[in-house]
């Protein structure tokens, strides 16, 4: 059975040469090709290809008749007639080039005869850097070395290793491109000072190299093997005494550790002689994951240094907490008799925690006397207490862990904003990044002893309460860069605490990590018709789409189908929820167009949603009942002055037309001239006290009046009577009071005040001499009052005169009547007389009564 296996064996390895070799006498079963000197050339060298026929393979008996083509990769180089074609080929590059003979007959297709491949290269380079390692005392000694340059030629390297009692070791590569070599064998440390020698040389068709000896000892050569089985122990569960444990070779002298906390970048080193796998850590931090690496060598100042070990991740033991918490708080009144105080304080770090923190310890605590002790236990970093307005409180909380409590912080509950002379001025907000926001602040007037920033998101999605957050500030810092809890595109308010004692002072702003316009405008989801305009009602646009702080909102209206540009209202936007705007401007009876924008730092939104209103309401009567109100109320004022109620009639009067010439009634029939008499005797006054000479109703004397009378005098009236007849009816009544008696100088200072009304002539006596116009006046009886032909019109200013008067000073002084008219006076003329030079008292009497 053996022996027929064997036999199998052998007929296929026959089988295959034969066919291999068919195959190549196929390929080049017309010609050669031969190659001088050598299919393998060093770089430089020139090669010579010969190619030939064989007998009877040509295109035909001629032998002119056939064309042999030389290839170069494809490239024709050469072509000859004939059987054979000869050509020299120089400067080929480094590597394999192929070479290919064909022969073309008269048709178009070529035969291939043969081809060859030329190798270029050079001569190995001497190798370099020979060094040899032995991994462990137990493991084998491997040597590496630069090959230098390529030869682009298989290259053979040879390690020999030479050492004391004749050892002698060879060892050759069998690969490409090799640069190390693994010898197998192992060496002893017997002697660790005895020396060995490495050499390596290389090998190719062009020549050979060999590397300069490395000499070295067993104690240069051996690399340790990396400490194992590392572990770290804690005397009594504490950091203060740790001891670290490893395993190494029997012959390591000197050993390196390396360890630092988990989330440290540098590295703490320490070197340890003679360690025998163990040393004592005094620096490390509680509740710290650490992780630590080591590694050995054989001696101080030979040999090499083993590869790190595995690395050893541990966290260290708890202690008592180390740091105190940074405490904030924030008070609400809740009614005039209520508080709400709500505490915040931030996690202490690691170091300062110093383990797991368990729970918090929290003491509000009345600081007048201490009657009230409030104490509760937590796991937040918040509580909330609802305590009297009444009192001081103050605060305390320190953290726990299973150690121990830290120190309590203690702060005293004031009004953060209670102070005014300690708020920050001209304090503003901007953006740097989009990560956080600059606050600056100007110090206020009085000393401070820190400043606290404090920010939150003014609108959290989902309408859930934001997380406060704050730092402190020494008194000497005018800004603060904020980035804990900075999201961009979102608004935030800020305020600055100015501290100083048990007082502070805030003020507050509203900042963003950088803005854009906002996404879209506010939803206008009614409009309702008010007494002052119409009321428009909006939704507030979500926060993830305010894109910033709002700065203003804006209301655009115009009427429907009109082309014209929309007016607009800015309102600026108010911390206090804000989501209706009362406008006054519009017209009733219009249908109108409304929508609504916001505005942030870094422009405009788009529109929001278009409403239609049509306001049905009347028109709007302020504008003329205010007008109308403050008129009526200086008329009353006006006329409740005597001065101006003896004028307006007079002014009325001036402004009837000419063109009116209403019949002015007779006295003589009228009541009062019948009643007068009657009057007279009842009022029991002496004439003699009216006028300096006194006449009885049945002897008149002519008097000539000479002098206009321009007003008159307050004395001859009765407080309750009108100051003026009204026009057309005449005088319908007689006055008496106190003041009606006069003595005859006020009688002609007070006459004088007449002519406002009418304009008399005024008459002397038959004793009275011109430029005397204090002569006496006499008052006629009511029987010798004339009809009304003996009434003079009102414009009395066109009759001619026929007398000059005697000039008074006084009426000099005194404003000269104007008569005017607002129609035209061309067809008036004033009535003439025809009762000569003078006038006399037979043909016009008139009682006092009669001048009013």
Same mark, same amino acid.
């Given at each position: ?27 080049? #079963? ?23 026929? #064989? ?49 073309? *007959? ?66 050759? *590569? ?9 010898? =197998? ?39 340790? @093997? ?37 989330? =440290? ?84 770090? &690691? ?22 002790? $409030? ?6 970093? /918040? ?55 600059? &606050? ?40 603060? @860069? ?13 305020? &600055? ?8 002072? *805030? ?5 963003? /990590?950088? *803005? ?57 936007? #108010? ?178 005040? $007449? =002519? ?44 001619? /005169?026929?007398?000059?008067? &005697? ?41 006092? =009564?009669?001048?009013?």
């Amino acid at each position: 059975m053996a022996c027929a296996v064997r036999g199998c064996s052998l007929a296929f390895i026959c089988i295959t040469t034969w066919l291999l070799v068919k195959a190549k006498i196929d390929v080049c #079963k017309r010609g050669g090709v031969t190659v001088k000197p050598s299919h393998v050339i060093s770089l430089g060298s020139a090669v010579n290809i010969s190619c030939s026929l #064989k007998p009877k393979q040509g295109c035909s008996s001629y032998s002119s008749s056939n064309k042999l083509i030389l290839y170069k990769f494809y490239r024709k180089i050469h072509f000859h007639h004939g059987l054979t074609l000869s050509s020299q080929v120089t400067d080929l590059p480094l590597g394999t080039t192929v070479f290919v003979c064909k022969l073309a *007959c008269r048709s178009s297709d070529e035969i291939r005869i043969c081809g060859a491949e030329i190798s270029v290269g050079v001569v190995p380079e001497q190798p370099q850097n020979v060094s040899c390692t032995q991994k462990g005392e137990h493991g084998t000694v491997a040597c590496t070395w630069d090959r230098g340059r390529d030869t682009h030629l298989y290259t053979a390297y040879t390690v020999q290793l030479n050492g004391p009692k004749n050892l002698t070791w060879q060892k050759q *590569c069998t690969y490409h491109f090799c640069d190390h070599l693994d010898l =197998g064998i192992n060496l002893i440390p017997e002697s660790p000072e005895s020396s060995y020698t490495a050499m390596v040389t290389a090998i190719n068709r062009l020549g050979s190299s060999s590397s300069l000896p490395s000499t070295f000892t067993f104690l240069d050569i051996v690399k340790p @093997l990396p400490p194992w089985d590392i572990r770290i122990k804690f005397l009594n569960a504490s950091v203060r005494r740790c001891t670290l444990y490893w395993r190494d070779e029997g012959m390591v002298l000197l050993n390196q550790l390396k360890y630092r906390a988990n989330n =440290g970048r540098s590295w703490n080193m320490v070197n340890v002689t003679n360690a025998k796998g163990r040393y004592d850590l005094l620096d490390l931090k509680p509740y710290t994951e650490y992780e630590f690496q080591i590694a050995s060598k054989l001696h101080l100042h030979k040999g090499s240094w083993s590869d790190w070990s595995q690395t050893l991740r541990t966290k260290t033991p708890e202690e008592e907490p180390a740091g105190m918490l940074d405490v904030w708080y924030m008070k609400q009144h809740i009614d005039y008799n209520r508080q709400q105080i709500s505490l915040f304080w931030k996690n202490l770090s &690691v170091s300062e925690a110093r383990g797991k923190i368990l729970h918090y310890q929290v003491t509000l605590q009345e600081m007048a006397g201490g009657k009230a002790t $409030l104490q509760n236990i937590t796991e937040h970093t /918040s509580w909330t207490w609802v305590v009297p307005r009444a009192g001081s409180w103050a605060v305390t909380v320190s953290a726990a862990n299973s150690k121990g409590s830290s120190l309590p912080t203690r702060i005293n509950i004031t009004d953060l904003c209670g102070a005014g002379l300690l708020a920050p001025r001209r304090v503003s907000a901007h953006s740097e990044d989009v990560d956080n926001i600059v &606050v600056t602040w100007e110090p206020p007037g009085r000393a401070v002893q820190e400043y606290v920033v404090e920010w939150q998101e003014l609108h959290p999605e989902g309408g859930t309460q934001p997380p406060l957050n704050w730092l402190r500030s020494p008194s000497s810092s005018v800004s603060a @860069l904020i980035s804990e809890n900075i999201k961009p595109h979102v608004c935030y308010e800020i305020h &600055v605490y100015a501290l100083s004692g048990d007082q502070a002072g *805030c003020s507050s702003i509203r900042g963003s /990590s950088k *803005c854009k316009a906002p996404l879209n405008g506010p939803h206008i989801n009614a409009i309702t018709e008010e007494k002052r305009g119409i009321l428009i009602s909006w939704n507030r646009i979500p926060a993830q789409e305010q894109m910033g702080c709002i700065l203003h909102y804006r209301i655009y209206w115009k009427e429907r189908d009109s082309d014209s540009q929309p007016r607009l209202c800015e309102i600026p936007y #108010k911390r206090v929820s804000q989501n209706s705007h009362l406008i006054n401007s519009l017209q009733p009876g219009v249908t109108y167009i409304l929508w609504m924008t916001a505005l942030t730092a870094a422009g405009e939104s788009p529109g929001g949603n278009e409403r239609e209103f049509y306001l049905q309401g009347k028109a709007n009567w302020s504008a003329f009942v205010a007008p109308s109100i403050c008129i009526a109320v200086i008329t009353v004022g006006i006329f409740s002055v005597c001065y101006y109620r003896q004028k307006v009639p007079v002014l009325l009067s001036a402004l009837r037309p000419q063109w009116y010439s209403r019949e002015i009634p007779d006295p003589a029939n009228s009541t009062w001239a019948k009643k007068y008499p009657i009057m007279e005797e009842k009022t029991h006054l002496p004439v003699d006290r009216f006028l300096t000479a006194a006449h009885t109703p049945e002897e008149p004397e002519t008097v000539v009046i000479d002098e206009v009378i321009h007003q008159v005098a307050p004395a001859f009236r009765h407080p309750h009577c009108p100051k003026w007849p009204e026009r057309g009816q005449g005088v319908r009544g007689h006055c008496t009071s106190e003041e009606d008696i006069a003595p005859p100088r006020a009688l002609t200072a007070e006459a004088r005040q $007449l =002519g406002d009304l009418y304009k008399v002539l005024g008459g002397r006596g038959p004793d009275s001499k011109p430029g005397n116009p204090g002569s006496p006046l006499t008052v006629l009886p009511v029987d010798f009052l004339p009809t009304h032909e003996g009434y003079l019109p009102s414009n009395i200013d066109y009759l001619p /005169s026929h007398e000059a008067p &005697v000039p008074d000073p006084l009426e000099e002084l005194e404003p000269q009547h104007i008569s005017f008219s607002v129609f035209p006076s061309s067809s008036l003329h004033p009535l003439s007389f025809s009762c000569g030079e003078k006038l006399t008292l037979d043909q016009l009497k008139m009682g006092c =009564g009669s001048l009013m």
